[in-house]
């Protein structure tokens, strides 16, 4: 299983592509699958990405959890799958095209970050991301509530 670590800035260009960091590339076979599945976050206003093979793993986990003939279970999937994207970094400069209704989604403009966190990335408009981080004090204050953390 790959694990995104790091920061990176990108710029969107006027057909919604980004330029997916190499460092994250790098660590994709080159040979394999490079598909990517983008969705929008569900607490935040940023874009999660997955490799093909994690998104498949958690979909099948969450679907394997409902009955599809309670109407409820059958709206909430139909929910969760709903304004996915796959996309695959171009083979000349690895840009993405990230659909521009996911873009606007999370107030993109031009400049975004790329914030690898272990099994999956996340895209923010840049200055969304610099007003989300917390306090150090807050973050401590978050280890008291999660079970096992320390």
Not at 47 to 71: H, I, P
Not at 137 to 143: P, V
């Amino acid at each position: 299983m790959i694990k995104f670590i790091g920061e990176y800035s990108g710029k969107v260009d006027d057909k919604g592509r980004i330029i997916f960091p190499a460092a994250f590339k790098s660590l994709m076979q080159t040979d394999g699958d490079m598909r990517l599945v983008v969705k929008k976050d569900i607490f935040e206003d940023c874009l999660e990405m997955y490799t093909y093979q994690e998104w498949e793993r958690q979909s099948e986990n969450v679907k394997s959890r409902l009955d599809f003939f309670n109407r409820k279970h059958a709206i909430f999937w139909r929910e969760y799958m709903r304004n996915r994207a796959i996309v695959e970094p171009d083979s000349k400069l690895g840009r993405i095209s990230i659909p521009k209704k996911l873009l606007e989604s999370i107030g993109a403009g031009k400049d975004v970050v790329f914030s690898g966190n272990d099994h999956k990335i996340e895209i923010w408009a840049k200055d969304k991301y610099e007003s989300s981080a917390i306090s150090g004090d807050d973050f401590i204050a978050l280890t008291d509530i999660l079970p096992d953390i320390r």
